[in-house]
C-alpha cells in the first residue's frame, strides 16, 4: 500500500540535540514505518537569513534517493524569491513551504498573500507548520510564535485558488479553521495528523468523522516525533482499507498533488 508522509526534515536543530539528520537515517527510518514516499524539508534551513539556501541540498537528495520529494522552501521577503517558486516546480516539487514566523515576516502580511496568489498560479500548494515542539518543551529562546487559526482563515480567503498543507496542528486549532470557513475553502486545505492526539483522547478519530476523512493526511514530523506515534494513532483507528487508503496516500491525489 501506498505511503506517503508529508512532514519529514534533514538536518540539524538549535534547540536541540538530535545529530546531524541525514538523508540515509531517514530514509532508514521511513522504510522502517513502510513509507513508500516521503516529503522533506530542510530543518536547519529553516533557521537561515535565507532559508532557500538548503534547497539545493534538497534536491540533490530527492535525486539520490528516489523515496525522498523536496519541499522547497521559499522566502516572500527576499528578493529573487519567484524565481525559487518557479525552480521548485520546473524540479517537480510536491509543494514548497513558507513558515512566515520563522522567517520574520508578518504571518497574513503583503508578502505571504502575494506567495500564495504566485503558488496557485504555479498550481503549487503552500506547506506551513504550526508549531515544530509544545511551548512546554521549548527552549527558552525559541520565542516563534505559534501559527494562529485565524492567519490560516485570513489567507485561504485572499489567495481562492491557493491550496494548504498545515502540519502541526492540534484538534482546536485545525476546528477553528474549519468550522470557519466556507465548504470551499475548507477543501483547498490539508491537515496532516502528526499532532493530532489519538487514544485515550481519540481527537483524530473525531475529527475524522466531524471534518471528514478527506481534509487529513499522513505525516510524522520525523525526527523531531517519533514515526511509530503516527502509525500507532491509525492502526488503533481500526480503519478499512479504503479509508485506510485515503488517509495514507489517496487524499493527495484528490487535493490534486502530482
Known amino acids: 500500500m501506498t505511503q506517503i508522509d508529508v512532514n519529514t526534515f534533514v ?15 531517514l530514509v532508514r527510518v521511513c ?5 513508500t514516499s516521503a ?7 529553516a533557521y537561515w537569513s535565507d532559508p532557500a539556501g538548503g534547497n539545493a541540498a534538497l534536491f540533490g537528495l530527492a535525486a539520490a534517493h528516489g ?8 522566502h516572500p521577503g527576499r528578493p529573487g524569491w519567484e524565481a525559487v517558486l ?34 496557485a498560479d504555479h498550481d503549487i500548494p503552500v506547506m506551513m507548520c504550526v508549531r515544530l515542539e509544545d511551548l512546554r518543551q521549548r527552549h527558552p529562546n525559541d520565542v516563534t510564535p505559534d501559527l494562529q487559526p485565524a492567519t490560516i482563515r485570513q489567507l485561504i480567503r485572499h489567495a481562492p485558488r491557493a491550496r494548504l498543507i498545515v502540519t502541526h496542528a492540534d484538534r482546536e486549532f485545525i476546528e477553528q479553521v474549519h468550522f470557519g470557513s466556507t465548504p470551499e475553502e475548507a477543501s483547498r486545505i490539508l491537515w496532516d495528523i502528526s499532532c493530532i492526539w489519538g487514544p485515550p483522547e481519540d481527537h483524530l478519530e473525531l475529527l475524522l468523522g466531524t471534518v471528514g476523512i478527506e481534509r487529513f493526511i499522513y505525516g510524522t514530523g520525523i525526527p523531531l516525533r ?30 490534486g498533488v502530482e
Open 11 to 25: 538536518g540539524t536543530y538549535p534547540y536541540r540535540d538530535i545529530g546531524a539528520w541525514t538523508a540515509e537515517a
Open 86 to 119: 518557479a525552480e521548485a516546480r520546473a524540479r517537480r516539487a510536491p509543494a514548497i513551504r513558507c513558515d512566515a514566523s520563522w522567517y520574520g515576516l508578518e504571518p497574513a502580511g503583503s508578502e505571504m498573500r502575494s506567495l500564495l496568489e504566485a503558488s
Open 67 to 74: 523515496i525522498l520529494r523536496p519541499v522547497a522552501a521559499v
Open 31 to 35: 522504510i522502517d514505518a513502510g513509507t
Open 226 to 255: 517519533l514515526a511509530e506515534t503516527t502509525a500507532a494513532k491509525i492502526d488503533l483507528l481500526g480503519l478499512d482499507a479504503h479509508a485506510r487508503r485515503r488517509l495514507l496516500s489517496e487524499n493527495l491525489t484528490g487535493f
Open 39 to 45: 516529503w522533506v524539508s530542510h530543518l536547519s534551513a
